[in-house]
């Protein structure tokens, strides 16, 4: 994602950076926030919400 | 939490429903098929795994087809019992879903088909376990029964290893994770191959290359383009559908013995590794996995249901939903 393509910022719920966000951003897509590089979960759209994502469960994969 | 049967009319195209997506998270590969499908012309609705609930005997909710994305194993095999039992297609079928995510399963049906694997044992409980490696030989892989990414894969140089291992197994607290699925260890150029297959096409290979021995591109493994050749392409459609067929992962290994083995194939595949270097193959993948996903979709009405859910959203055309993000 570049900056050109960024059209939304939402708070980090860790350390309260702002994440910018694609316009096409969905729900449940993972970002990473840049002030602290926790994985965040988008939990909702406009406006967008952040929440920690989802620890890797012993059943995920492929 | 929403009405899904009124989700999907709104956003309805051709017979008035939309195809569903369901996924616990909206990865690389995700956004490649929204898009693919929205390059279509066709409506989608994005489901959240985790937010689905239904009573059983409900009417269907109104999806075309549905497209299971789930990237956690349980999850994965209930979402396609879901689609089942309300007559939605749905790739991949619950019985692909249920051979593929379980080790044992997948090798005792590629075996009976005829394709090559490599030399596997089972053992019921950790007492036996040395017997099946003594069965495969040393060295050898133990590998979980429903892992996937390279997780829990214990290489067996020696007996110390074994012995070791094989206590540490039975004491884990699932029946499921005491079941002993050993393999011999199988000698490759540092690089195993994925083929993925959609329906009756392989679309594409990649070499996976490694430093460990563990060639998964979640441990690290590069990917590079790897000619499809009509063996690899015979053995991949092979294995694809002696499992079941479907959106599929085949996972093959190049012995230093001059064998070509099905080591497992995958039923909830990522081709994120195969854009690495040469977008234009996932892309290829994504279009691939759309066209098969509406070649299974009817072109019937649609039925009322009552399945609710908390987070729909619809990519195309469609007009959007109010009330569907919480």
């Given at each position: ?37 926790v ?24 | ?10 956003a ?70 879901m689609c ?27 075996h ?26 040393l ?6 029964v ?9 290489k ?7 012995e ?95 064998r ?67």
């Amino acid at each position: 994602m570049t900056l050109d393509t960024m059209t939304e910022r939402a708070a980090c719920p860790d350390c309260g950076a702002g994440v910018g966000l694609a316009a096409d951003t969905e729900v449940t897509e993972i970002v990473v926030c840049t002030g602290c590089a926790v994985e965040l979960e988008v939990v909702a759209v406009g406006p967008v919400t952040l929440a920690l994502a989802p620890e890797i469960e012993e059943d995920w994969g492929e | 939490m929403s009405d899904l049967t009124r989700t999907g009319a709104e956003a309805g195209t051709g017979d008035g429903r939309p195809v569903a997506l369901i996924a616990s998270r909206v990865r690389f590969e995700e956004k490649l098929l929204l898009e693919a499908f929205r390059r279509r012309g066709v409506a989608v609705v994005v489901i959240d795994d985790r937010t689905l609930s239904y009573r059983v005997g409900d009417p269907a909710p109104a999806w075309r087809m549905a497209c299971n994305r789930s990237i956690a194993g349980t999850r994965r095999l209930e979402v396609s019992r879901m689609c089942e039992a309300f007559g939605i297609p749905v790739a991949n079928s619950a019985s692909t879903v249920a051979v593929c995510d379980n080790k044992i399963h997948s090798t005792l049906v590629l075996h009976a088909a005829g394709l090559p694997v490599p030399v596997t044992a089972v053992a019921l409980a950790p007492a036996a376990g040395e017997e099946a490696l003594r069965r495969v030989g040393l060295p050898a892989v133990i590998k979980p029964v429903n892992g996937s990414w390279g997780r829990g894969l214990c290489k067996i140089n020696d007996i110390d290893a074994a012995e070791a291992v094989l206590a540490l197994k039975e004491s884990l607290p699932s029946p499921q994770q005491q079941l002993i699925y050993a393999q011999e260890f199988v000698r490759t150029p540092q690089r195993d191959i994925r083929v993925v297959v959609a329906g009756d096409c392989a679309v594409t290979a990649v070499h996976r290359t490694g430093e460990h021995w563990i060639g998964n591109v979640a441990r690290g493994a590069r990917t590079s383009r790897c000619p499809l050749t009509p063996e690899l392409e015979d053995l991949a459609l092979r294995a694809a559908k002696a499992v079941g067929g479907g959106l599929l992962g085949v996972d093959l290994l190049e012995s230093d013995d001059g064998r070509l083995l099905v080591n497992e194939v995958n039923s909830g595949v990522e081709f994120r590794g195969a854009a690495v270097g040469d977008e234009s193959t996932a892309f290829a993948i994504a279009e691939a996995f759309a066209d098969y996903v509406l070649s299974e979709a009817p072109q019937g009405e649609a039925s009322p249901g009552k399945v609710t859910q908390g987070k729909a959203r619809t990519a195309g055309p469609a007009p959007s939903q109010e009330g569907d993000n919480p």
